[in-house]
């Protein structure tokens, strides 16, 4: 098992910029292909932006943050990061961190997944 724990949620204004951190423990933080997602209230959970296990060579993102976020990862720290610039009152929701073995696909699910952290809030005001 791996538990993750998120950080680096908060308010700003639009345009503005955040980056989250995801911290695993338990079993190799390498092993997991590692997925942000996102769920504002009375949505769906969504796909953000997903990197593959062992050294992260490939990265896939949502279409409406592509180009705006950048996921990438430090195996030596056991840490997942969201680099989020740019953002938009659209992108107000929270943010979840996840980890899977389900061979990583393009527009992973959120059932691709088996461990997940409790969230942070991430607000833009407009």
């Known amino acids: 098992q791996v538990q993750l724990v998120e950080s680096g949620g908060g308010l700003v204004q639009a345009g503005g910029s955040l980056r989250l951190s995801c911290a695993a423990s338990?079993?190799?933080?390498?092993?997991?292909?590692m997925g942000w997602f996102r769920q504002a209230p009375g949505k769906e959970r969504e796909f953000v932006a997903a990197?593959?296990?062992?050294?992260?060579?490939?990265?896939y993102y949502a279409d409406s943050v592509k180009g705006r976020f950048t996921i990438s990862k430090d195996n030596a720290k056991n840490t997942l990061y969201l680099q989020m610039n740019n953002l938009k009152p659209e992108d107000t929701a929270a943010y979840y961190c996840?980890?899977?073995?389900?061979?990583?696909?393009?527009?992973?699910?959120?059932?691709?997944?088996?461990?997940w952290g409790q969230g942070t809030q991430v607000t833009v005001s407009s």
């Open positions: 996840a980890a899977g073995q389900t061979p990583l696909r393009t527009r992973p699910t959120k059932e691709d997944y088996s461990y």
């Open positions: 990197i593959s296990r062992w050294s992260g060579m490939s990265t």
């Open positions: 338990g079993r190799a933080f390498s092993w997991y292909n």
